[in-house]
C-alpha cells in the first residue's frame, strides 16, 4: 500500500510538470492537449478512489475498535484540515488569477475591431452587390421590351451599365447570348439547377462567391419575362469582379477573424488545462496529507498499542508485561514510567492480596465463631440496615436465611409479620437508652405457631471505628421451663411430704368408726354414717393419686430403656379403651424401625393423651379419636387427634406446665408429666387446634437407629 501511494505521487508530481511545461508551448499543447487532459483526470480519479479505499479502511478499523484507529481518525482530519484550508484558500487565488489573467490576454477591443472589420467589409460588398442587382434589374427590363435579343443588344446593355460579364439563358440554362469585358471563355460559369429552379419561380439570386482561377466575384441572376415570346421567360446572369484589393483585404480580415477564434478555442482549453493542473495538485496536496496521516498514525500508535496490551494483561492480573524502551523521546519517557508504574502495582497487589487474605481469614474466623453460636446475632450500620445476622437468630426467629439482608429494622413487619414485636422492642430501646446496654425479656410468637421466650440485649457501637448497632438474644425458654420444673418438683415433693403422712391415719380412723358404730346406730343414721366414711376413705384415695403424681413428677425416673416396638405398645393400650364409648381409629404404619425407650413410661404417656382425648369428647355428637404412626423427620411419629373443643388459645402457651387444665376435675400434671417423658426419652411434643374443631398432639421418638 505504501508503495502504491509513493507511485500515485511521484506520476501525479510529474504530470503536473508535464501540464506547466506543455501550457507554455503551443505546439505541444494543441499536439498533446487531449492526452494530457485525459491522463491528469485518470489520475485525479484514482487519487480520490485510493483517498476513499483509505477511508474504508479507516471506518472497519472503527467499527472493529482497532486500538489506534482513533488516533488515525484525528490525524487524518488534523492533516486534512492543515492541507485544505491553506490548499483551498492557494487554489482559489489562482484559478481566480488563471481566468483574470488569461481573459487579459485576449483584449476585448480586438475582438470588437476585428468584428467590425469584417461587417464593413461585409457591408461594402452586399452595397456592391445590391447595386449590380439594380443593373441586372434595368437590363432585365430593357430586354424584355427588346423585339429581338441579340448579342449586340446584350453588349450594348452591358457597356452601357459598366458590367464586366453577363450572359443570357434560357430557363433549362442554355446559353442564349453571352457579353464580356475580356473574352468569353468556353465554358462560363454558369449557374446550378437549384438556381436556376428559384429564378423561375420569379425570385433573384444575388451572391458574393469565389470563382476557382477568377477570383471574388458578385453575382446577380435575375428573371427576363418577354412577352412576345412563346417562351415567355429568360435568366439574366450578371457578374462584377471585386477590386483585387479589396477583396484581399477583406480575405485578410476574415483569416485575422478566423485565427482568433482558434485563439478564443485555445483559450478556454488553457484554462482547463490549467484548472486541471491546479485541482490535480490539490488533490496530491490533500492525498499527501491524508497519506502522511495514516503513515504517523500507524507509527505513533505502535507504542500506544504496546502500551495498551500490556494495560490489558495488567487489567487481567499478568504484571509480567514490561514494553522495552525504544527510543529516548517522550515515548520513551512515557513506556519506562508505564514499566516503574507496573512494577509498583505489582509489589501493591501482593501486599492487597496478603491482607486481603488475612482479612478473610479474620472474616472466616468471626463466621465461624458466630454460626456456632446459639444466640442470634445481629448488626445494623447507622440507619438501621443490617449487616449481618447469623444462622442461630435466623433459627430463633424462624425465619429464612438472608430474609433480612439490606432491610431496615422498621421495615421487617412487611416481610415477616410474626417479628413485630420484636423489631418494636429493639427500635423502642435504641430511640431511649443512647450508649447505655439494654435488656429486655419477651414472650415471641413464632410464625410456625410455638411460643418462644426470648432475653434480647442490645447496645450501640462506639464512635470510635465501626459504628452502628448490635442485638445479642438468646432462646431462653428452655431455660425457664427447666427453672418453673425445678420449682414445681421442690414443690410438688413437699406436698407430698406433708399431705402423704397424714391420709393413711385418716382412711384408718373413718374405717373403725364406721365398722364400731355402724351396728349400733338406728338406720337413718347408720346411713349417713357409711355416707360420710365413704365420702372421706374415697377423698383420701384421691388425694393419694394426687400425691402419686406428685411424687411421680418431682422424682427424677429411673428409666428401663429397651427396644420397643410403638405399633404394638399402642395395640396394647388402645384394647383398654374400646368400651369407652368413643370411635378410636388406628392407622399404625407396618415395618416401622423400633425404638429406644421404656414400655412402662410410653403406657403412661398413651393413656394420659387417650384420656384427655376422651375427656375433650365429652358432649360432642360422633365423638372420634384419630391415633396414626409414621416416620416422621428425626424418628418415629405419634399422632393422636380428636374432634373434640379443642384447647384454649389463652392455655395454649402453658399448656405443659403443671396445674394448668381446662377440665373440671383433675390436676394439671397430665400433659407435664407427658411433657417431661417425652424429653427423657430425647424426644419431641407438639400441641396445636385443628379446623374446623378438635385438637392435634404430635410426639417425635428417635428411633432405634438414630
Not at 399402642?570 to 392407622?587: K, Q, T
Request: aromatic share 6%.
Amino acid at each position: 500500500m505504501k508503495a502504491l501511494i509513493f507511485l500515485c505521487v511521484i506520476t501525479g508530481a510529474a504530470l503536473v510538470y508535464l501540464m506547466s511545461e506543455a501550457s507554455s508551448n503551443n505546439a505541444l499543447f494543441a499536439q498533446n492537449y487531449t492526452l494530457l487532459l485525459g491522463l491528469g483526470g485518470g489520475l485525479a480519479l484514482g487519487l480520490m478512489a485510493l483517498i476513499g479505499y483509505q477511508l474504508m479502511v479507516l471506518r472497519k478499523k472503527l467499527r472493529d475498535r482497532v486500538f489506534g484507529s482513533k488516533l488515525t481518525k484525528r490525524l487524518m482530519l488534523v492533516f486534512a484540515l492543515m492541507a485544505l484550508i491553506p490548499g483551498g484558500l492557494v487554489y482559489a487565488i489562482s484559478y481566480q488569477f488563471l481566468q483574470r489573467s488569461i481573459e487579459s490576454w485576449f483584449n476585448v477591443r480586438v475582438d470588437d475591431s476585428l468584428k467590425s472589420g469584417i461587417n464593413l467589409a461585409r457591408n461594402a460588398l452586399e452595397n456592391s452587390r445590391d447595386q449590380l442587382a439594380q443593373k441586372a434589374e434595368s437590363m432585365a427590363q430593357a430586354l424584355a421590351s427588346s423585339q429581338a435579343i441579340e448579342a449586340a443588344t446584350l453588349n450594348r446593355l452591358r457597356e452601357q451599365h459598366s458590367i464586366e460579364e453577363a450572359t443570357l439563358m434560357t430557363p433549362r440554362g442554355k446559353i442564349i447570348a453571352q457579353s464580356g469585358v475580356e473574352p468569353v471563355a468556353l465554358l462560363p460559369d454558369l449557374p446550378s439547377a437549384a438556381v436556376l429552379r428559384q429564378v423561375r419561380l420569379q425570385q433573384e439570386v444575388r451572391s458574393i462567391e469565389q470563382i476557382p482561377d477568377r477570383g471574388l466575384y458578385l453575382r446577380v441572376i435575375v428573371p427576363v419575362n418577354v412577352l412576345t415570346i412563346a417562351d415567355d421567360i429568360r435568366i439574366l446572369q450578371v457578374l462584377q469582379r471585386v477590386p483585387p484589393s479589396i477583396a484581399r483585404e477583406a480575405e485578410l480580415v476574415e483569416k485575422g477573424y478566423k485565427d482568433y477564434q482558434e485563439l478564443l478555442l485555445a483559450r478556454n482549453d488553457l484554462k482547463n488545462i490549467f484548472t486541471l493542473t491546479l485541482t490535480l495538485a490539490m488533490l496530491l496536496t490533500l492525498f499527501s496529507a491524508l497519506a502522511l496521516a495514516f503513515v504517523l498514525s500507524e507509527r505513533l500508535s505502535a507504542p500506544l498499542s504496546a502500551l495498551a496490551e500490556a494495560t490489558r494483561a495488567i487489567a487481567k492480573g499478568d504484571y509480567s508485561r514490561l514494553n522495552p524502551v525504544k527510543s529516548r523521546d517522550e515515548f520513551g519517557v512515557l513506556t519506562q514510567s508505564f514499566n516503574t508504574m507496573t512494577r509498583q502495582i505489582a509489589d501493591a497487589t501482593d501486599a492487597m492480596e496478603r491482607n486481603q487474605q488475612l482479612l478473610v481469614n479474620s472474616k472466616t474466623y468471626l463466621e465461624t465463631i458466630l454460626s456456632n453460636l446459639t444466640s442470634g446475632v445481629l448488626t445494623f450500620d447507622e440507619r438501621l440496615y443490617v449487616k449481618t445476622m447469623n444462622a442461630a437468630a435466623n433459627a430463633i426467629l424462624a425465619v429464612p436465611g438472608g430474609a433480612f439482608h439490606g432491610i431496615k429494622l422498621s421495615e421487617w413487619p412487611r416481610h415477616v409479620q410474626s417479628v413485630a414485636p420484636f423489631a418494636e422492642i429493639a427500635l423502642r430501646q435504641f430511640a431511649s437508652s443512647g450508649m447505655r446496654q439494654w435488656e429486655e425479656q419477651m414472650e415471641y410468637r413464632r410464625a410456625d405457631g410455638q411460643q418462644r421466650t426470648l432475653l434480647i440485649r442490645g447496645t450501640r457501637l462506639g464512635k470510635s471505628g465501626e459504628s452502628g448497632y448490635v442485638v445479642v438474644f438468646d432462646d431462653v425458654t428452655h431455660l425457664i421451663q427447666a427453672q418453673r420444673d425445678a420449682a414445681w418438683g421442690e414443690v410438688a415433693r413437699r406436698l407430698a411430704h406433708e399431705i402423704k403422712n397424714p391420709l393413711t391415719p385418716i382412711q384408718l380412723s373413718a374405717e373403725r368408726l364406721q365398722q364400731k358404730l355402724q351396728d349400733k346406730l338406728p338406720d337413718h343414721e347408720a346411713d349417713i354414717l357409711r355416707r360420710a366414711t365413704g365420702t372421706i376413705v374415697n377423698h383420701v384415695a384421691a388425694l393419694k393419686g394426687m400425691v402419686d403424681d406428685f411424687t411421680q413428677y418431682a422424682h427424677a425416673s429411673r428409666m428401663n430403656a429397651k427396644a420397643v416396638n410403638l405399633n404394638e405398645l399402642v395395640r396394647e393400650v388402645l384394647v383398654l379403651y374400646e368400651a369407652m364409648g368413643v370411635a378410636i381409629e388406628p392407622r399404625l404404619t407396618e415395618s416401622l424401625p423400633s425404638i429406644y425407650a421404656d414400655p412402662a413410661m410410653l403406657r403412661q404417656v398413651l393413656h394420659n393423651l387417650f384420656q384427655n382425648a376422651i375427656d375433650a369428647l365429652t358432649g360432642v355428637e360422633n365423638p372420634r379419636i384419630l391415633v396414626a404412626t409414621t416416620m416422621g423427620t428425626g424418628g418415629v411419629l405419634l399422632t393422636v387427634r380428636d374432634n373434640g373443643t379443642g384447647i384454649a388459645e389463652g392455655v395454649m402457651g402453658r399448656i405443659f406446665e403443671p396445674y394448668v387444665t381446662t377440665k373440671p376435675k383433675g390436676t394439671g400434671l397430665g400433659l407435664a408429666i407427658v411433657k417431661k417423658i417425652v424429653d427423657e426419652h430425647h424426644g419431641r411434643i407438639l400441641v396445636e387446634n385443628v379446623k374446623p374443631h378438635g385438637a392435634t398432639v404430635s410426639i417425635v421418638l428417635p428411633s432405634k437407629a438414630a
